[in-house]
């Protein structure tokens, strides 16, 4: 498996509080994704980066926010949770090129906000 | 953007039997469509992609087939079994339009049951 680490796996958080998820790899890839998987919807992209500092919105961004200080990591914050942000959150990572490369996705982070 | 459809939501088949799962896309410029299985609380992974320039390819008991004409591709699953239940989701995209990278769009996921 890629090496593709979600933190924390499980959290539960109030309306209206800040969330971060985190998302760490060790493949030196340089895309990385932020997907969230609702039932009926499949998979969204919320935010997704290709390179350090360099990000951009997705199908669902409203409400979210992503940074990308170092190669390594890719953060998504719910700036205030709401209900609607329940969700189990996938991050994903591919290699550049010009041809379509392997999405690897890491294990899913449940987000419960109540 | 991108839009993919996908059908059935369900389907559920007999151990040995066949199992086909289709979707639609409509944006004309994507070139890449992979499928990925997703068991039950495991993380989605590729089972098999195929490219605007192929027209089918196949992996043993798996293959997907491409029609860019009308814009239709397909999972076939032979001799299927019990192992192979799981939800798949087809997806589509295009890097090049996109400057690299893989921004996937998703189907909506067909849960396939294989009964003994």
């Known amino acids: 498996d890629a090496g593709i680490t979600q933190s924390p796996r499980h959290k539960v958080t109030e309306t209206g509080t800040p969330v971060t998820l985190r998302c760490h790899q060790t493949e030196n890839h340089r895309y990385m994704y932020w997907y969230r998987q609702d039932p009926g919807h499949g998979l969204r992209l919320i935010h997704y980066?290709?390179?350090?500092?360099?990000?951009d919105k997705g199908e669902v961004s409203d409400g979210y926010s992503v940074s990308r200080s170092k190669t390594e990591d890719f953060l998504l914050t719910l700036e205030s949770a709401t209900s609607s942000q329940t969700s189990v959150y996938f991050c994903?990572?591919?290699?550049?090129?010009?041809?379509?490369?392997?999405?690897?996705f890491g294990q899913g982070t449940r987000l419960t906000v109540v | 953007g991108e839009n993919v459809e996908q059908h059935p939501s369900t389907l559920s088949v007999q151990e040995g039997d066949s199992a086909v799962i289709k979707c639609t896309y409509s944006d004309s410029a994507s070139n890449y469509f992979p499928w990925y299985k997703q068991e039950l609380g495991k993380r989605p992974q590729l089972i098999i992609d195929i490219r605007s320039n192929v027209g089918e390819k196949k992996d043993q008991r798996i293959a997907v087939t491409l029609n860019k004409t009308a814009k239709h591709f397909s999972l076939h699953i032979t001799e299927t079994q019990p192992e192979d239940s799981a939800v798949y989701f087809c997806?589509?995209?295009?890097?090049?339009?996109?400057?690299?990278?893989?921004?996937?769009?998703f189907g909506t996921g067909t849960q396939l049951k294989v009964e003994l």
């Open positions: 994903a990572i591919s290699e550049s090129g010009r041809s379509n490369t392997e999405a690897f």
């Open positions: 997806a589509a995209s295009n890097a090049e339009l996109t400057g690299g990278g893989n921004k996937l769009t």
């Open positions: 980066s290709y390179g350090v500092k360099d990000t």
